[in-house]
């Protein structure tokens, strides 16, 4: 499966984004899918996690509350939506999607590029 992210941008503090992920090659209906997002100078860190209806979400507590993900099987589309964005959420975000037993342990294989969000105080 290949994905394609994208949605990123530059927004104010309080601002609002939706991130996109497509998948192209196969259905997201077989993969759990991640967001996942690295700052400068950090490490990459899973953000986000929907099960394959979509109906089982997870959240990093940093933005638990804040962002949504959600996943539409049909178009084979993976969205998270980022709501009272904070300069600390700016990043390079990145979806990822995995079997269920290799998400679950903290392995995804497949890869979008990178989505730059920039927020600013």
């Known amino acids: 499966v290949q994905l394609q992210a994208s949605g990123g941008g530059s927004v104010q503090s309080g601002g609002s984004l939706r991130l996109s992920c497509t998948a192209s090659?196969?259905?997201?209906?077989?993969?759990?899918v991640g967001w996942f997002r690295q700052a400068p100078g950090k490490e990459r860190n899973l953000l986000a996690r929907?099960?394959?209806?979509?109906?089982?979400?997870w959240y990093q507590d940093s933005v638990k509350g804040r962002f949504t993900i959600s996943k539409d099987n049909a178009r084979n589309v993976v969205y998270l939506q980022m709501n009272t964005l904070k300069p600390e959420d700016t990043a390079t975000y990145y979806c990822?999607?995995?079997?269920?037993?290799?998400?679950?342990?903290?392995?995804?294989?497949?890869w979008g590029q990178g989505t730059l969000v920039t927020v600013s105080s």
């Open positions: 090659g196969d259905t997201f209906s077989t993969y759990w």
């Open positions: 929907a099960s394959l209806d979509g109906f089982t979400a």
């Open positions: 990822a999607a995995s079997l269920p037993a290799r998400a679950l342990s903290g392995t995804y294989d497949y």
